[in-house]
């Protein structure tokens, strides 16, 4: 296969690939992130009535985030390596602590968790991506007193070059003896598996795919907006696009534009933000190159393949809250609670129109007989003036308040909607012993309620949590170049990552609360 039939293949598959065109699923997730906001614009009020609108969505995402994102940062080391032999003991519990290192703190693990599920809860599927980045840092450094050897040592070191002639200081009281004062700039070569989350319209993957995990993904890809400078960073010349670079200018997606609240965003974003950015689509692609199939990484702006190597994982990982069986793309709980929404926001426009209008009945007159202009004013203590007595001259037309009709409804939208998404309005965590108050009922109550939300954080775990923590080993101790000192259970240790096996199982520590903690004590306390 030559390159060019490459590109043909990649831009087949990126067409057919779900999540390209703005269609069906663009539109689920533009919705969702809509109602999430609260706008409900696809059940609009009538004039002069009420347009209150009941946030369900936002109420059952941010209701469950919480508990979910507790079950996860609860614990330690939420991933845990698991040796094969007695040789891989040491090197296992290292690689559990500098893994969890990794994710937490050199990148910021709850808030990469706390995006990742918030995503996958409103727009079906979260997805991260990981990678290794090579950086260097430039420091400028002032020595002064240096004597000769120093000034040696220092400058020998292939890190530092001299930025200023050094200056010598001659001492009277001691001939002979030279001090040198320097100043010099120290280039620090770097690197580290970065982790960050993706927006959901710019991740794409074939359509006949199957699975959540993405290692064995025919086509997977990352489309993203890229400047001139970020792509010549990457290996790419903007100036050998041709054509094709005019036409690849970015434009925004639909989910783009709802997570835009603020026309000035948007506003901004057209008068010149994107200027000079392009569509970059990086993919993995699972094809016969070189007489053997391989996975080919394939970097490309329009018709320009700017990197084509070969790759041996798809750094990708994906959740699903509510997965589907042999399909990549779920539900998500604004899925299950849309229905409800515009069922519980039409039921309270009405409920409030009926309380207007008993608070302000309409009136039926004579229009010869009543002054209409202080009809048309209504307001405590106001005077309405008549030509005759005001019992022959206007009778009130009474509306009977149906708001004692309403509220059984109402609960029973609630109680649905506790039903689908398993957060109802006793829980206050997954913890049994928060919400044991009064009665062993409550107690069953919660448990019931909270199942369902333990199936989420379970497939969280087995899914995407693993996939993540086994790239973020994979990335580690293949692109490292040395060892590492790093800070681990308040000492400072040499690691070496490139001596690990990559092959060990992988462990996800699902923290369930205290309540599962004090059981498993009082089993062994017996």
Avoid at 226 to 239: A, P, R
Avoid at 389 to 410: C, H, R
Avoid at 411 to 425: I, N, P, S, W
Avoid at 430 to 448: C, F, I, V, Y
Wanted: charge should be negative; hydrophobic fraction near 35%; include cysteine.
């Amino acid at each position: 296969m030559t390159e060019a039939e490459l590109l043909s293949k990649i831009e087949s598959e990126e067409k057919a690939a779900l999540g390209y065109f703005y269609g069906d699923l663009s539109k689920e997730r533009s919705q969702a992130i809509e109602y999430y906001h609260g706008n409900l614009y696809d059940v609009p009020s009538t004039p002069g009535r009420s347009d209150v609108i009941s946030t369900d969505v936002r109420d059952a995402v941010d209701g469950m985030l919480p508990d979910l994102l507790d079950v996860f940062l609860s614990s330690d080391e939420v991933c845990v390596f698991e040796p094969k032999g007695p040789e891989d003991e040491e090197a296992c519990k290292q690689a559990t602590d500098v893994v969890n290192h990794i994710f937490y703190k050199q990148n910021n693990g709850s808030l990469i968790l706390y995006e990742w599920f918030k995503t996958a809860l409103l727009e079906k599927n979260g997805i991260v991506k990981y990678w290794w980045e090579d950086s260097e840092e430039v420091t400028q450094e002032s020595y002064q007193g240096l004597t000769q050897i120093q000034f040696q040592q220092l400058v020998s070191d292939e890190t530092v070059t001299v930025t200023k002639e050094p200056e010598q200081i001659q001492i009277p009281q001691m001939p002979g003896v030279v001090l040198y004062n320097v100043s010099v700039e120290v280039k620090r070569k770097k690197g580290k598996t970065c982790v960050k989350g993706i927006p959901p319209e710019e991740f794409l993957v074939c359509s006949d795919h199957s699975s959540l995990s993405l290692q064995d993904a025919r086509f997977v890809a990352h489309r993203s907006k890229k400047t001139e400078e970020e792509i010549e960073e990457m290996g790419g010349d903007v100036s050998k696009m041709g054509a094709s670079g005019a036409d690849n200018m970015v434009e925004f997606s639909p989910e783009w534009n709802a997570r835009r609240r603020y026309y000035e965003e948007r506003d901004s974003a057209n008068m010149g933000d994107t200027e000079g950015k392009y569509w970059v689509t990086e993919a993995y692609f699972k094809c016969e190159y070189e007489e053997r199939v391989q996975i080919r990484h394939v970097c490309k702006v329009g018709n320009q393949i700017f990197v084509n190597e070969e790759a041996d994982h798809i750094p990708f990982a994906a959740i699903c809250p509510v997965i589907i069986p042999y399909r990549f793309y779920g539900l998500s709980i604004a899925d299950l609670v849309t229905d409800i929404m515009k069922t519980k926001s039409v039921i309270m426009r009405q409920m409030l129109d009926s309380l207007y209008l008993a608070n302000n009945a309409r009136i039926g007159v004579m229009e010869s007989m009543v002054n209409l202009d202080d009809l048309l004013v209504s307001r405590p203590g106001g005077i309405i003036r008549f030509k005759t007595n005001p019992s022959m001259a206007m009778m009130p037309i009474e509306t009977k308040f149906v708001g004692q009709q309403a509220f059984p409804m109402l609960e029973y939208q609630d109680a649905l909607k506790e039903t689908r998404t398993g957060f109802t309005r006793q829980n206050q965590g997954l913890e049994a012993d928060s919400l044991n108050k009064t009665a062993h009922g409550m107690q069953l109550l919660a448990s019931a309620s909270a199942k369902r939300m333990k199936l989420i954080a379970r497939m969280f775990a087995e899914t995407g949590m693993k996939d993540l923590f086994r790239g973020i080993l994979h990335m580690t101790s293949k692109y490292n170049t040395k060892a590492m000192t790093i800070r681990l259970r308040n000492k400072w240790v040499d690691v070496d990552p490139r001596q690990w096996n990559t092959g060990w199982d992988v462990t996800v520590n699902v923290g369930l609360g205290t309540g599962d903690k004090s059981v498993e004590i009082q089993k062994l306390l017996a």
